[in-house]
């Protein structure tokens, strides 16, 4: 009884200085954790030598230090507590065993505080974003496989309750998607998003093969994040605005009325064109909804330029050229080959909900821990 007690009272103690949980989320996997964490592991080094030289080399680092000490006692406690596992009184024993779970609990929780304290933030992370796809190498069966993309995608943004408004949409003869944009806005939407731009391979046989030969084609997604108006401001006079009658399939207003709307940048060279609505206005609004977004992923790819150049994993157009991912329909596999991780069972990952969920955050998970690495590196 007075064991019990006397663990109630650590308990309240410890409840009562404990952190509170941050805001940001973290993404970071058990294992990294044990990596960076290990006696003479990078991160167990760094903290040692902060701790040591007594300098805050950032605007948290008391917070940091006292995160530091927390997960310091922390682990302390559980080599005491362990040592009571083989207590000869079975109740001690047991209740050795609760408070061991808690510990450890804990512990990875104050690893995770830390780890939230040393990954800057990045600056869209909270922004919306534009989602481009585009049909690449494969004809029709490329043009197909876009469409199953966007619609993932769709589907991913209603999985996550996010905001999906299709800005264009190009479609090809058999049903397939030539190209296709979208607006998406959620709470963090890009910090899920971001690292989805970059070549998507498929490798099926098409339905328009007649002798059951297996093709590959590709497909192209950009991610870019979308400004505000504090992020970005654009001179009305660098800006050249021309309409046009819109072309191809879309019904009676094609090639009647001078809807489609062409937007050039003229300092960059950007162009964004959209012809989607009937009404020019809506056009010229979704056109330099894409513009800017175009605009800032190029401010933003100059700023982090730097410091992503020797990443496995890029962000939003960086990787427009790079194989990401492959989709090989006959083994029921796709595979990100930036982490070298598969998963198995297209049909459901296709739906754009769990497994495409747990991808993502495999990826973000990759993405912190080189971050991590990387303040480390620049740090000791």
Not at 329 to 347: A, Y
């Amino acid at each position: 009884m007075r064991a019990r007690l006397l663990w109630g009272a650590a308990r309240s103690l410890w409840a009562r200085g404990s952190p509170r949980p941050s805001r940001r989320s973290l993404s970071c996997g058990s294992a990294q954790l044990d990596e960076l964490f290990a006696r003479g592991g990078p991160l167990r080094t760094f903290l040692e030598r902060q701790a040591e030289s007594g300098v805050q080399w950032q605007t948290r680092g008391s917070e940091l230090a006292a995160v530091t000490r927390l997960l310091s006692d922390k682990e302390q406690e559980l080599r005491e507590t362990e040592r009571l596992l083989n207590d000869e009184n079975e109740d001690l024993r047991k209740l050795a065993e609760n408070e061991v779970t808690l510990c450890q609990k804990e512990i990875t929780q104050l690893k995770h505080q830390i780890i939230l304290l040393l990954i800057p933030s990045e600056e869209a992370d909270e922004n919306d974003l534009i989602l481009e796809v585009t049909a690449g190498v494969g004809g029709q069966e490329a043009m197909l496989f876009t469409s199953e993309i966007f619609e993932m995608y769709q589907q991913y943004a209603a999985f996550k309750r996010w905001h999906f408004e299709p800005l264009e949409y190009v479609p090809s003869e058999i049903g397939g998607l030539r190209h296709a944009s979208a607006s998406i806005g959620g709470r963090q939407v890009y910090k899920y998003m971001k690292y989805e731009g970059g070549v998507h391979r498929v490798q099926r046989v098409p339905r328009t093969e007649r002798q059951g030969r297996l093709h590959t084609s590709t497909m192209t997604v950009a991610i870019l994040p979308q400004p505000t108006e504090i992020n970005l401001v654009i001179n009305p006079k660098d800006l050249r605005i021309d309409t046009k009658r819109a072309s191809g399939a879309g019904g009676q207003h094609v090639n009647t009325t001078d809807s489609a709307v062409r937007i050039v940048h003229l300092p960059t060279g950007v162009v964004s064109e959209c012809q989607q609505e009937r009404s020019q206005l809506k056009n010229k609004e979704m056109a330099m909804k894409k513009l800017r977004a175009r605009l800032y992923s190029m401010h933003l790819q100059e700023e982090t330029s730097k410091r992503y150049s020797a990443r496995k994993i890029q962000i939003g157009t960086k990787g427009r050229s790079e194989k990401i991912r492959t989709y090989n329909f006959p083994q029921n596999r796709v595979t990100d080959h930036r982490i070298n991780k598969s998963l198995h069972d297209l049909e459901t990952f296709m739906q754009g909900e769990h497994l495409l969920d747990e991808l993502v955050q495999s990826l973000r998970e990759h993405a912190d821990y080189e971050s991590l690495l990387e303040v480390i590196s620049k740090k000791v």
